[in-house]
């Protein structure tokens, strides 16, 4: 075989020949074509050029011969984020120029079958082929996407959803969902004020000035300064005590544990049990307050408790005003109606939600042949979705503005139990009726019939 090279560029969109021997020894067409063949170029090639060169019996060193198509690549697939999940912890900076310690991003809350990222598919675009007669596909290159942890993929493949109520957060690259967020620490500027859809457990204290909101139970292991504690749904648990200094807020759509409690404010819907004593605060539940353990003690400050009160010792020899009363769930129905608030914004949150998830679908729409009838039909309940979503808000900002102050009727099944000592300076209150502790007292229950409150001697004393 006389000396001919083929060169096939490392994308194979070129052939190149070269022929070293002159005119007395240059190869005839047929060996030509056959080294040509042999290499394997069967696309592209230029029959002016290889003419030429049979023709011209000269040598020639790397000249092109064969040229392929290259593709017109589609656009690649890309993510759309529905949330910003950043994981900085750099400080809020408040439109005064200044650094907010206490807002710092941590997570980001999302509900069960919310959207959290999305992906536009990659388009195909126009294929190529190489000079050796295969395809060079077109199509823009997909993206799988990031899914973790209580994270899932739609049915069609372009959407991740949580999978329960909770936060999400990045890790290693996957999207993750969790329904417990657990502070091995304490809530102070390491964390900021802590925010989150699900359950929370903190192992340490809760520093004053700082707050906790849940739409789940609290859990918390140490102490609580003079903070703010929001459960929506779920109870307060402070395994230590609270030490409020007349700033402490502990809201919840349950009930509150707690070691001791002093000069802090509660409001929650169900009981109040302490294992140790209440001092100088205000406290207000729809069901029972409860204090049997220990010292079982209440001194100073409003207590109330709207299926009753049961309590070891009440008041002091000092005479400090304390009050007892039944009729908290009326204090309850004024402080959840911050709760309220609170679901009003996150109804906006999930209408900011579908704005963006309508975006989606019109982009999807531009981009694919055509949108699917699922698709299709998803834009259209959107618009329902707003509707009902901005009805609701209309009926929750109603109940903001109006509370209901109705006093329920009394019975002696609703009574207060003080098991030990009650002092003098107590002033007792049922509804609208009062009564004013003038002598102490050991052992004794009282309630309510019709107009007038009665105090009688328990079977049974404890303390």
């Known amino acids: ?57 000269h040598p020639v060193n790397e000249m092109i011969f064969a040229s392929g198509k290259p593709p017109i690549k589609g656009e690649n697939a890309k993510l759309v984020w529905y949330l910003n999940l950043s994981s900085s912890s750099k400080p809020m900076i408040t439109e005064h120029g200044k650094a907010d310690f ?8 999302v509900k069960k079958g919310q959207s959290i990222v999305s992906k536009l598919p990659p388009t195909d675009g126009e294929d190529g082929k190489n000079v050796m007669g295969e395809t ?20 069609d493949g372009l959407t991740l959803c949580s999978k329960i109520d909770g936060y999400v957060f990045l890790k290693s690259g996957k999207v993750h969902v969790d329904n417990v967020y657990h502070i091995k620490g304490d809530v102070d500027f390491s964390t900021g004020n802590v925010k989150f859809a699900g359950k929370i457990l903190i192992e340490g204290d809760v520093r004053s000035g700082f707050r906790v909101e849940a739409t789940d139970s609290i859990y918390i292991k140490g102490n609580v300064g003079a ?39 509660v409001s929650v819907k169900k009981d109040v049990v302490i294992k140790h004593y209440l001092i100088n605060s205000s406290i207000f539940s729809g069901e029972k307050v409860i204090l049997l353990q220990n010292e079982g003690l209440i001194r100073g ?18 005479n400090i005003p304390t009050e007892l009363g039944i009729g908290g769930n009326n204090y309850y129905k004024v402080d959840s109606q911050k709760l309220n608030i609170k679901e009003i914004e996150d109804l906006e949150s999930r209408l900011s939600l579908l704005n963006k998830r309508e975006a989606f679908l019109k982009l999807l729409r531009e981009r694919v042949i055509s949108l699917s009838a699922e698709k299709c039909k998803e834009l259209e309940e ?53 009564y004013y502790i003038e002598n102490m007292f050991q052992g004794v229950e009282i309630y309510r019939k019709e107009e007038e409150i009665l105090i009688e001697k328990m079977l049974e004393t404890k303390g």
Do not use: C, W
């Open 136 to 155: 060079i596909f077109s199509a823009g290159e997909d993206i799988i996407l990031p899914s973790g942890n209580n994270a899932i993929i739609s049915a």
């Open 301 to 318: 400050g409003k207590t109330f408790g709207d299926q009753g009160i049961e309590v070891l010792e009440v008041g002091s020899t000092n």
């Open 102 to 109: 206490k807002q710092i991003r941590q997570f980001t809350r």
């Open 227 to 265: 903070s703010d504690i929001y459960s929506q749904r779920g109870d307060v648990i402070v395994q230590l005590g609270i030490l409020g200094k007349g700033r402490a807020k502990i809201l919840a759509g349950g009930g509150l544990r707690a070691g001791f409690i002093q000069d802090a404010t």
């Open 382 to 434: 959107i618009g329902e979705k707003i509707k009902n979503l901005k009805t609701h808000f209309q009926k929750l900002e109603s109940q903001k503005k109006s509370v209901d102050v109705s006093i329920n009727s009394f019975d002696h099944d609703r009574s207060i139990k003080v098991r030990g000592k009650l002092y003098k300076g107590v002033t007792i209150s049922i509804g609208h009726a009062q």
């Open 1 to 57: 075989m006389k000396d001919i090279k083929i060169t096939i560029s490392e994308d194979k969109l070129e052939a190149k020949i070269s022929i070293a021997e002159g005119e007395e020894e240059f190869p005839s067409d047929k060996e030509i074509y056959n080294t040509i063949r042999k290499a394997g170029v069967l696309y592209g090639e230029n029959k002016q050029v290889i003419t030429k060169i049979i023709s011209d019996r």
